[in-house]
Structure formats: C-alpha cells, structure tokens
C-alpha cells in the first residue's frame, strides 16, 4: 500500500480506485497501477478544494507574470520567492 494511504478512509477510497482501475486494465500491470493513484487523488476533491487551487495559480500568475512555468518543465521563480509567496496567502486566508 502507498505511502499516503494512511487512514482507514484512505484505504476504503484506495481499494475503490483499484476496482475502478480493474474495470479498465490488467490488475498488476505498470497501467494499473498508474490508473489506480491517478484515480485515488481525483476522489475526494471537493469543488471548494478545485476552486481554491485554481484561485492560487491565478494568483501566482498574477504576481509573478511569465516569470512562472507551471507545467512538467517546473518555475523559472527560485523556490525562495515561491514560498514566501505562499505563506503570505496562507496567513490571508
């Protein structure tokens, strides 16, 4: 079992995901299990939770302008800045 599966929810909503997984591909399979953590994180977002995420990249694009990347190819902003943009929001909340 994963790392972040910690809880007693967490593991219900794991084995969820696998049977979601299964019905898709082999059980056991590299596919399967790339399925089932990518299932297992879409569970459980609430709308308030998307929302707030989306509100945060707008903020960041916002201050930070074609400075940030945010993709596979990671920010062009040092990890330094970042942070102490982030917990400036955080103490706003």
């Known amino acids: 079992m994963p790392a972040f599966v910690r809880t007693k929810a967490d593991e219900e ?8 997984a299964g019905k898709q591909t082999s ?3 590299e596919g399967f299990w790339k399925l089932t953590n990518y299932i297992y994180h879409k569970m ?3 709308q308030e939770d998307m929302d707030k995420a989306e509100f945060y990249k707008a903020e960041l694009k916002k201050q930070f302008g074609g400075m940030l990347q945010l993709n ?11 942070r102490d943009f982030l917990e400036k929001r955080k103490g706003k909340k």
């Open 13 to 20: 909503r794991w084995g969820r995901a696998k049977r979601a």
């Open 27 to 29: 059980h056991g399979s």
């Open 44 to 46: 459980g977002k609430s």
């Open 72 to 82: 596979e190819q990671g920010s062009k902003v040092s990890s330094g800045k970042l």
